[in-house]
């Protein structure tokens, strides 16, 4: 499967932005995904991830109550709304994709999309 990544940009503290990730040469319900971040000088880190149904999702402490992570399987695509957005949330955000159930670990997950970059200024 390949993944991209979108809806990257620039905001100010406090707005929102709406990440997508569009699948193409697999139907994106055999996966579960994940949203991970790579801030600039820092390792990359788990975000939000959902199971293939959508039933069953999961956060970083961090974004708990800020970020949603969703997906239609109909249009092969995965969202991650992002409000209240903070200067500490600017990152590179990678969408990516494993077989079985969702994880919270990177090195579980196969696929992975290129990237869209966040900046929020503050």
């Known amino acids: 499967v390949q993944l991209q990544a979108s809806g990257g940009g620039l905001v100010q503290a406090g707005g929102s932005l709406r990440l997508s990730c569009a699948a193409s040469?697999?139907?994106?319900?055999?996966?579960?995904m994940g949203w991970f971040r790579q801030a600039p000088g820092k390792e990359r880190e788990f975000v939000a991830a959902i199971s293939r149904s959508g039933v069953g999702t999961g956060y970083t402490d961090s974004v708990k109550g800020r970020f949603t992570i969703s997906r239609d399987n109909f249009k092969n695509t995965v969202y991650l709304q992002m409000n209240s957005l903070k200067s500490e949330d600017t990152a590179v955000y990678y969408c990516?994709?494993?077989?079985?159930?969702?994880?919270?670990?990177?090195?579980?997950?196969?696929?992975w999309g290129q990237g869209t970059l966040v900046t929020v200024s503050s």
């Open positions: 040469g697999r139907a994106l319900s055999s996966y579960a």
């Open positions: 990516a994709a494993k077989m079985g159930a969702s994880s919270y670990y990177q090195s579980e997950y196969t696929y």
